[in-house]
């Protein structure tokens, strides 16, 4: 039995990735990609001593991954994307 967490992440060749792309709703994949680039925002804010428009910036970055992870959870609950996430 193998752990979810001891799962090694696979590359999938770009022609795969273009077939998964396909039957994905367009709606879906757009929400992928701004919830990632979320996520790599707030990531960036890290540290206990922000200044306010940091704070700001990190609030709306929060505020656009919630958006996003709403979409994505209405499709697919895995889907979901965490600030702190490998994936």
């Not at 879906?28 to 940091?54: H, M």
Request: glycine letters at 4%.
């Amino acid at each position: 039995m193998t752990a979810p967490h001891l799962l090694v992440p696979v590359p999938i060749p770009d022609r795969i990735a273009a077939l998964i792309g396909a039957c994905t709703p367009a709606h879906i994949l757009q929400a992928e990609f701004d919830a990632e680039c979320a996520a790599r925002e707030v990531r960036r804010f890290r540290g206990p001593r922000l200044g306010i428009e940091d704070q700001a910036d990190r609030e709306e970055a929060l505020a656009d991954l919630a958006r996003a992870n709403k979409v994505l959870a209405a499709h697919h609950p895995r889907l979901v994307v965490r600030p702190g996430s490998a994936w």
